[in-house]
């Protein structure tokens, strides 16, 4: 019989019992909690924290279990992790730079419209992308390995028209591999300074789809199979500290740069909580030298304080490896 352990007990495991069940599978649930409606509908408790690995590892081996998940819960992921860094039953984590892949959909077919790598601050959290760019840096990689198996994933799951986008990580075992995906705008908008770069307007795509203007293959952009010289980006302004915003300094001088677009529906008055986004800036330049000069620009005028007169945002400011990673592109293209 096949037996799944899952870790925890709280919100989003009730349901992974029933579908176990279904499946024919016995189910075991692992936490500190003494009774819950995930363990009441278990065929097994266990009275053990997550954070108990060692006994943990040894549980699963003596009970033979042949699969291991936990809830909606970050801190579980690490510990299930550490499982399985002791030779149970969790895929390995990924390490690497993550890049935003997006394309273009109309009458069933799907061409690479853009190809971008994120970036944060140092000494911040490496998942507070304060910088997304495009980038020509292991763009002819990802073209000749996986593109093409995208495409096909794309045209099976039956997505026909408007933009489709991916999230994925180049491992440092030096292959990509496909996070997540999601048929709608990305999130950090990248795409209005992206017409600046190829003339493709995709905000303008998306609202024909919602008007049921049917677009024909003829009518998309050309993929993306070369380097790109031409940059654009999106600065994500991350909360460094919470509170009320008391002031935004900036602004008016931001939107007269040329290149800069301004998206910050955060405004004085606004709550914003630790690490949230409070807006973005879209920037762009017909090179990353360009780029990086209207990013210093905005770094020396924009300031948003809390009521303790705290700057409230993470300013990025590593262009050293902008560069760095826009001219390595040029080189891989050559």
Known sequence: MRKLLILGS???????????????MYVIVADLMLTSPTKE??????????????????????????????????????NARDISDKEIIVERQLHGKEYNVHYALADGRARLLHFSSTHHEPGEAENLYSFKCTTSCHLKQYIEEVNDSVIRAIEKAECREG?????????????FYMLEMG??????????????????????????????????????????????????ASYNLFSQH??????????????????????????????VRLHACMGLLGIYGKDIEEVCDRLQMVNSLLRTTNTSGENMF???DDYDSLRQEYYKGLEQFK
């Open 314 to 316: 993470i300013y990025f």
């Open 41 to 78: 509908l278990a065929d097994e408790a266990w009275l053990l924290s997550s954070t108990d690995t060692d006994t943990l590892v040894q549980k699963c081996k003596n009970e033979n279990i042949t699969a291991l998940m936990f809830g909606a819960s970050d801190f579980i992921v690490w």
């Open 242 to 271: 919470d509170g009320e915003i008391a002031q935004i300094e900036g602004l008016s001088e931001i939107e007269k740069i040329p290149g800069v677009f301004v998206d910050i529906p955060k405004r004085e008055g606004n709550s």
């Open 183 to 232: 048929y709608r705008f990305g999130g950090v908008m990248t795409y209005v300074p992206y017409e600046r770069v190829t003339g493709f307007n995709t905000v303008r795509w998306m609202l024909e789809c919602a008007l049921g203007i049917k677009h024909t293959e003829q009518d998309l952009p050309p993929a993306l199979d070369k380097v790109l010289t031409g940059c654009a």
């Open 163 to 175: 933009i489709v986008w991916f999230d994925c990580i180049r491992d440092d075992d030096g292959h």
């Open 10 to 24: 709280d919100y989003g495991t009730i349901q992974v019992v029933r579908e176990a069940h279904k499946l024919g």
